[in-house]
């Protein structure tokens, strides 16, 4: 009997796929079996040379997710490599640059490109997969929020706000998309090592861990169980759902 895998022969897009969390999410589809679009701003060979190297299928395509040009071609790319798109994961942000800031003294111009980024980019990266999502009358999308849009946190007031936008887009697209058989979820990730965060102030980053049930240091590993489940069948039946994954900090 041939072994089967939870994302067998499907396309799933990752946006910020060449390194950290995106990279992540990237590894495990192709472990279970999906064609991957590594999208990114940045070059992602080695996260398709990775995938390759694990005998899984994988293209890359350069992505600027605030520009809907850029978006309709990452689109327009996986179609052409694989014929349909049955998966988005929504995890391109713009975080690497921002800085603790009082929120009364954060540069208009920082908040108009994190707004760009993260929540039009999400918005972009929507629109572009439904055509094909709707065609197919099939298909799951995967936003990624913060927990800090459900806690909340001091100092970082443009990217809350952004990531609480994304909670908020999850529950309308899920409604609009429902009728296409269109799922449409959010991960809200703790905080998590990698390069892009692991220079925050570490009593910023204490904070989070002396908050958790379990008393240790988020990895890009501990969100991709959860993306696969809502990119899979086993959640055929979710939709418009936050699922906070930061080892036990917030707890409905």
């Known amino acids: 009997m041939t072994a089967r895998h939870l994302l067998d022969n ?21 472990a279970q079996g999906a064609n991957v679009v590594v999208a990114d701003m940045n070059a992602a060979e080695e996260t398709v040379d990775a995938i390759h190297n694990m005998g899984g299928k994988a293209i890359a395509v350069r992505v600027d997710v605030a520009d809907s040009a850029s978006v309709q071609a990452m689109a327009d790319a996986s179609l052409k490599a694989y014929g349909r798109i049955d998966g988005l994961i929504n995890n391109a942000a713009y975080f690497r640059e921002v800085k603790l800031t009082p929120f009364e003294e954060i540069d208009p111009a920082i908040w108009d490109k994190i707004f760009q980024v993260n929540v039009k980019g999400v918005w972009n990266c929507c629109k ?20 800090v849009a459900v806690a909340g946190q001091p100092g970082y007031l443009h990217y809350v706000a952004t990531k609480g936008a994304v909670l908020s887009m ?48 988020q990895r890009p590993d501990d969100l991709v169980g959860t993306a696969l489940y809502l990119l899979s069948d086993l959640a055929g039946f979710v939709s418009g759902q936050t699922i906070v994954v930061d080892g036990g900090h917030i707890m409905y």
């Open 10 to 30: 499907r396309t799933i897009i990752v946006t910020g796929a060449a390194t950290g969390i995106g990279q992540a999410f990237a590894l495990g589809c192709a």
């Open 128 to 147: 572009a997969v439904m055509p094909a999502m709707r065609a197919q009358n099939s298909g799951a999308i995967v936003n990624i929020a913060s927990v």
């Open 170 to 217: 999850t529950k309308g697209l899920a409604k609009e998309c429902g009728a296409a058989n269109v799922r449409v979820n959010v991960i809200a990730p703790g905080f998590v090592i990698t390069d892009a965060t692991k220079n925050r102030p570490i009593e910023w980053q204490q904070s989070f861990l002396k908050a958790r049930a379990i008393s240790r240091e």
